[in-house]
């Protein structure tokens, strides 16, 4: 068992040996953080290949603790989140759709963390609903059956990364990216079959579809929002424009396809200005999340919204076409279902608490 890097530089990819002596020497307290940020640094400026995505996902999903979830097999489970990153500074777009999806019968377990790279990330503004995040692992099933969905706390799932948690913090603060940006969708410990994952960097794809596939997901899309006036993209599909989409359909062999959509495939109207779309800190998230939820808001976040819970739960095989999916998601908050989950979250969270 090696006890030192390899060097990502000198090799196009790292086998799965390698992969796994990485993470743990990546996890092991006595090894030095500066051969630590080495390591990092040259495997991201060589570039990160789906291979190694899926492995090093693999490897430190080995270590987390996996929820009890019991459900009927005609229901998958379903992720829907994005990498982060974009710096758009939008409203908690995923986390609401996950109340949407899950209230047009779709069986949501969402993985994330608080905020990194943006004033409001999904635990925070789930806090801020009075959802409760730190569950007991046998109740997370509880959870699920009864709200339709359930978060999972990233630091609290995966204990063992804490480890390189400073390192992590000490690089971003110097703007150097690494694996670890990247990892946080494909790390969900229920292993979702179905998964929507926004991808801030539209050329990554094709390789994210195919990480996503290696990793076991029946049914998948990485997506990239275009359309900004700036002339950026968001980690999900936009409502402002046309967005890339990369699918993978495991049947039994990976079967991809590269596609684009509009908001007018699901129905929708393209937003002509993003201002809408903006979002605060996670007290000013929660209540417009409170409100479109409530139909006493409309406009771009309500349809960046049901977009993006369209696609979920088109993704998740709730309807067979675009449209059909929009009007499951649009029905979900106007017939209350979609709040309704949101209150059923706080009621079994609050009792599943630790």
Not at 46 to 58: C, N, S, V, Y
Not at 267 to 282: I, K, M, S, V
Request: net charge negative.
């Amino acid at each position: 068992m090696s006890q030192h890097f390899p060097d990502p530089l000198e090799r196009p990819f790292l086998s799965s040996e390698e992969i796994t002596d990485s993470v743990r020497l990546l996890l092991d307290e006595r090894i030095p953080s500066a051969k630590k940020g080495i390591f990092l640094t040259s495997l991201h400026q060589r570039g990160e290949t789906a291979q190694e995505l899926a492995g090093f996902a693999k490897a430190l999903l080995r270590g987390a603790i996996i929820p009890e979830i019991n459900r009927a097999e005609e229901t998958p489970l379903l992720e829907l989140c994005g990498t982060g990153g974009d710096r758009a500074g939008f409203l908690n777009i995923s986390t609401a759709a996950m109340f949407v999806a899950a209230g047009a019968g779709a069986c949501v377990v969402k993985h994330g963390n608080r905020a990194v790279s943006s004033r409001c990330g999904s635990a925070d503004v789930l806090e801020a609903l009075g959802v409760s995040l730190h569950l007991k692992p046998s109740h997370i099933g509880e959870v699920l059956e009864r709200a339709g969905c359930v978060f999972l706390l990233a630091s609290d799932v995966h204990p063992t990364v804490a480890a390189v948690a400073p390192l992590r913090r000490s690089l971003a603060a110097e703007g150097q990216m690494t694996i670890f940006n990247l990892l946080g969708p494909l790390l969900n410990p229920a292993s979702p079959e179905c998964q929507l994952t926004g991808i801030n960097r539209p050329e990554m794809l094709r390789l994210y579809a195919e990480a996503m596939g290696l990793l076991g997901r029946r049914t998948a899309w990485a997506v990239h929002g275009e359309g900004l006036h700036d002339g950026g993209g968001v980690d999900e599909l936009s409502i402002t424009g046309p967005s890339r989409v990369v699918s993978v359909r495991a049947t039994p062999a990976e079967n991809f396809e590269k596609f684009s959509i509009t908001p007018a495939d699901f129905g929708l109207e393209t937003a002509l200005t993003p201002e809408r779309l903006l979002g605060g800190d996670a007290q000013a998230n929660a209540s417009r999340i409170m409100a479109i939820l409530s139909n006493q808001e409309d406009g771009a976040a309500l349809d960046m919204i049901l977009l993006n819970a369209a696609a979920a739960l088109h993704v998740a095989g709730r309807a067979s076409s675009l449209p059909a999916a929009a009007g499951l998601a649009r029905e979900s908050i106007s017939s209350g279902r979609a709040l309704r989950s949101l209150k059923l979250l706080q009621e079994a969270s609050a009792s599943a608490a630790r």
